[in-house]
């Protein structure tokens, strides 16, 4: 039987704060857990949909393999001490704020001619400076199986 830790809290929180479709992808042979969602334009905002698909990267320092360059942004975490609900809310929370200036920013992009790309953007320091404010307590551990 597996014993879900930080994952659970994880899912929990992503259902409380990001208002946006999401998968979980826990990868037991990579000791990580990735976090895709999806960004949808629809057919009442331009002609065709457009739709844009991001990826976040919980990752073991030690043991997981992986391109950073494939994802928004990786975040490294200790198998045994985990993460803590309240950075797990507090991720949650910025990611959806993150997504919802992303998705301004396709739009941006779909209506000016002159922007030659979009990107969207992980703000490692205003996350950093958010997450110095929190007050932890009660920590979930990598996933066991």
């Known amino acids: 039987m597996s014993k879900y830790g930080f994952l659970s809290v994880l899912e929990e929180e992503m259902d409380k704060q990001f208002h946006y479709d999401y998968a979980l992808d826990w990868q037991k042979q990579n000791h990580a857990v990735e976090l895709s969602f999806i960004l949808e334009l629809g057919a009442d905002q331009l002609e065709e949909p457009v739709v844009l698909e991001e990826f976040v990267l919980f990752y ?11 994802y ?7 198998p045994k001490k985990g993460f803590s609900r309240e950075f797990l809310a507090y991720f949650a929370h910025y990611l959806n704020q993150v ?13 000016d001619d002159e922007q030659d790309d979009f990107t969207m953007v992980w703000n490692a320091e205003a996350f950093d400076n958010g997450r110095a404010d929190l007050t932890e ?4 551990p990598y996933p066991r199986y």
């Open 72 to 78: 928004l942004v990786a975040l490294p975490f200790d």
């Open 137 to 140: 307590t009660d920590f979930y």
């Open 99 to 111: 997504a919802d200036e992303g998705l301004d920013g396709i739009m941006d992009f779909l209506l």
């Open 60 to 70: 073991n320092p030690a043991k997981t393999k992986f391109d950073a360059d494939d």
